[in-house]
């Protein structure tokens, strides 16, 4: 057995080990508290150990707002965490030491339901505890990161962000064209001429029109009471276009343009305290390393136009700019 064969050896022992233990971990800690607590051990969770004294809390919105989805012991959170924040407001919702937060989004937009549940989260906070949010806008915070955003008493933004983007997107793909080249013959049966929306009809078309608008209504209500704009104004705004920082101000979507260490400096004086808490994940060392090993592995015909489908929305309706 030559040098190669044996690292080759090694290194599959090694994996089988690893693999041994994250299934003994996934079938043995049933109770989903003990589970829980074992990630933050062990994969490197998120601690909601804020400060014993005031402290102002940032709550990240950053990347494609989405659901979240889980991970394992090998595996590293990234993007934006759905579950995971809501618990964090949550969390600050019952702790007396937390005086304000500062929202910082980073986002291009998502899904509606996330967007909206998470914008709802925050107004519940401020409805229970009667504290102050500062919005602070990085790159971008369009469509989804701008309804989110409008539940921030303040909106800061940087002189270079991208926002606005009001609006709704719907949409998928008829594969019927590639079908017949490739020889493929789609057959459905239903229990209703509207069930299949493979091949949108009119009918259909008009359909999903309604839902779309019915979502674009509450986004323009949200932006409306969240700025405290009428409804009119607002949707004069609202066609989808993005707008910078400077417009975003001129049209009353923004309140001021500032750095985000500005902005840190405002909230320290409003707030009272120079102490922000941040809530960071922990990435333990077989996540990291299994990190670096996907990456290296070449991805298939098949993940890719996976992963294309997903980006091209399938259906779901998003609050989005730049997904495509």
């Not at 919702?93 to 914008?119: A, F, H, K, Q, R």
């Amino acid at each position: 057995m030559n040098k190669k064969q044996i690292i080759g050896l090694a290194v599959a022992a090694v994996l089988f080990i690893l693999t041994g233990i994250s299934s003994v971990f996934s079938n043995r800690l049933a109770d989903q508290r003990v589970l829980d607590a074992a990630q933050r051990v062990i994969a490197g969770g998120y601690s909601m150990n804020t400060p014993h004294r005031d402290y102002v809390a940032v709550v990240k919105v950053e990347g494609t707002i989405q659901e979240q989805t889980e991970t394992g012991i090998f595996e590293t959170a990234s993007g934006y965490q759905h579950n995971t924040t809501m618990e964090y407001v949550e969390h600050l919702i019952n702790d007396p030491y937390n005086v304000g937060i500062l929202l910082y989004v980073d986002s291009p937009g998502g899904t509606v339901y996330e967007s909206d549940e998470m914008y709802r989260k925050l107004a519940e906070y401020k409805e229970i505890t009667g504290r102050h949010i500062w919005g602070y806008m990085a790159h971008y915070a369009a469509s989804g990161g701008y309804y989110i955003s409008a539940a921030a008493d303040t909106i800061y933004a940087n002189a270079n962000t991208v926002t606005g983007s009001i609006g709704v997107i719907m949409s998928g793909y008829d594969m019927t064209g590639l079908y017949e080249k490739l020889g493929i013959k789609y057959v459905s049966i239903t229990s209703g001429e509207n069930k299949d929306s493979s091949q949108l009809t009119e009918e259909q078309i008009a359909i999903y029109q309604t839902q779309v608008n019915e979502t674009y209504e509450e986004f323009l209500n949200v932006v409306s009471e969240g700025r405290g704009m009428d409804i009119d104004s607002v949707r004069a705004l609202a066609d989808g276009r993005t707008y910078t920082a400077k417009q975003a101000v001129e049209n009353g979507l923004v309140d001021e343009i500032a750095s985000y260490e500005q902005v840190k400096s405002v909230v320290s004086g409003e707030a009272g305290t120079s102490t922000f808490f941040e809530l960071k994940s922990n990435e333990s060392v077989f996540a990291s390393l299994f990190s670096q090993i996907k990456k290296a592995v070449p991805k298939s015909e098949a993940q890719i136009l996976s992963e294309l489908a997903e980006k091209k929305h399938g259906g779901l309706q998003y609050y989005a700019e730049g997904l495509q």
